[in-house]
């Protein structure tokens, strides 16, 4: 059933209401705050994975004695 969930002709219905829906003017405003909302999402996951170091580091003890 999953299957054949994509299949050309439910696109094309979707995308008949959609713009019924919606109207063909606010279709291109809508992706573009999709896309923008993407993109802010991409580059805050890319923020935090590089400030974060992949493995975590022990503190070692510390084996010279201090004289």
């Known amino acids: 059933m999953i299957e054949g969930l994509f299949q050309p002709m439910h696109l094309l219905v979707i995308l008949i209401v ?38 975590p580091e022990t503190p070692k003890a510390d084996t010279q004695k201090l004289s």
Do not use: M
């Not at 959609?18 to 606010?26: A, D, H, L, S, T």
């Open 18 to 55: 959609g713009v019924i829906f919606f109207g063909p003017k606010k279709i291109p405003e809508l992706g573009k705050g999709l896309g923008e909302g993407i993109r802010g999402f991409k580059d805050a996951l890319r923020s935090a994975t590089e400030e974060a170091p992949a493995t």
